[in-house]
């Protein structure tokens, strides 16, 4: 129940109490009743649903960042990639700012700056790091609402896939020649793994017998550790024909060397690198697959590691292996992922046929009467 105090200056102050029982003033007023007045608004608003206390906003960004980051559970890698965006950018602008402090057109200028400064992706990336913690303190219950929601910045125009032809990959695989890295490339081409799935393929993950490869680990983006498990967790198996072999040569190392976060390791990998150790994706895409795109002639495709991914589920839907079977072999966890390779589908004669039968005027039943319109 709010109340009034007068003041030994003769002046009146309102309180009232939070929920917590933690007693709260209005601001001084010179009269009772208005006091007594501000007293209750200011009682019944603690009692609102989503009220939150405007004085827990009064943490800096810095203080809460403390709070808030070690509790994220993201993957190790995206945290120090992450770490390090913190450091450059969001901390020296936001790192003083107390939380209720925080405008949504100061975070928009801010975020445009770094769009300007630096490329949109960065810039995208730091925003949601920021827009993440923001919603992390609403939940926390330090925040009425985020500020950063709303933020607008230059849409990314994802890069348009490539999808070589037979006869274009056994120009770019000429170039690369024999040997391990040959090995890698028709690896990728002839399993559709993504780059972090053959570069941490282990050798006893292949299995000649059956001829399939069992692709159930992964590499970190940074290289740092092996993963147990695929994107999205699909460990799946995909058959393997004698070309995609070839060229691969099994490592006689009993162990990867990588720390493995669960998994113990049993065997070397497959592709190692030609120093040891994993394989970069930019350090395999530079010194092999760019220089031998320039040479067969395919240098302007703009050609990246993803799109030999791209080319294997293409080769399989063009030659009528059903989408739910592609999906499956690329370990999508939605088949709607699958569907950009539909116009890959041949047309089959018969259904194409009957769709698109000569149109005629149909015969009117014999025996009925028929309609006609006099004039």
């Known amino acids: 129940m709010a109340w009034t105090e007068q003041l030994p200056s003769g002046r009146y102050r309102g309180g009232y109490r939070l929920p917590t029982g933690e007693i709260r003033y209005t601001p001084v007023s010179d ?3 208005p006091a007594r007045r501000a007293a209750v608004d200011a009682e019944a608003k603690t009692h609102a649903p989503g009220w939150v206390d405007p004085r827990r906003g009064e943490i800096t960004w810095g203080s809460w960042h403390a709070v808030w980051w070690p509790a994220r559970r993201i993957e190790p890698a995206t945290r120090r990639n992450e770490a390090s965006m913190v450091e450059t950018w969001i901390m020296p602008r936001w790192g003083e700012v107390p939380l209720a402090a925080i405008d949504n057109w ?3 200028a801010w975020a445009t700056g770094i769009a300007d400064e630096r490329k949109p ?6 925003l949601t790091i920021l827009v993440s913690s923001l919603s992390a303190a609403v939940r926390a219950q330090v925040l009425p609402a985020n500020p950063a929601l709303g933020v607008t910045l230059e849409r990314i125009v994802p890069k348009d896939p490539v999808f070589l032809d037979r006869e274009q990959y056994a120009a770019l695989a000429a170039r690369v020649g024999t040997g391990p890295s040959r090995g890698l490339l028709d690896f990728l081409v002839g399993t559709g793994a993504r780059w972090g799935e053959a570069a941490g393929f282990h050798a006893h993950r292949l299995d000649l017998v059956h001829a399939q490869a069992r692709i159930a680990e992964v590499l970190s983006d940074d290289g740092r550790e092996v993963k147990p498990y695929p994107k999205g967790g699909r460990r799946r198996t995909v058959p393997l024909l004698q070309w995609v072999v070839e060229h691969v040569e099994i490592p006689e190392a009993e162990r990867c060397g990588i720390p493995h976060r669960r998994e113990t390791c049993r065997s070397g990998l497959l592709f190692p690198a030609p120093r040891g150790g994993a ?8 010194r092999v697959l760019q220089p031998a795109a320039k040479a067969a ?16 589920a293409s080769w399989l839907v063009a030659d009528g292996v059903p989408l739910s079977r592609v999906a499956e072999l690329l370990g999508h966890a939605s088949a709607k992922t699958t569907e950009i390779y539909t116009h890959f589908a041949p047309a089959r004669a018969a259904d194409v046929a009957s769709a ?3 149109p005629a005027i149909a015969e009117a039943p ?10």
């Open 366 to 375: 014999r025996g009925r009467p028929q309609l006609r319109v006099v004039k």
């Open 106 to 108: 100061s975070v928009q």
């Open 356 to 358: 698109l039968r000569e």
């Open 297 to 312: 002639g395919l240098g302007s495709l703009g050609l990246g590691l993803h799109d030999l991914r791209h080319t294997y």
């Open 121 to 126: 992706a960065t810039a995208r990336r730091v």
């Open 279 to 286: 394989w970069d994706d930019r350090n395999f895409s530079r």
């Open 31 to 33: 009269h009772k009743e």
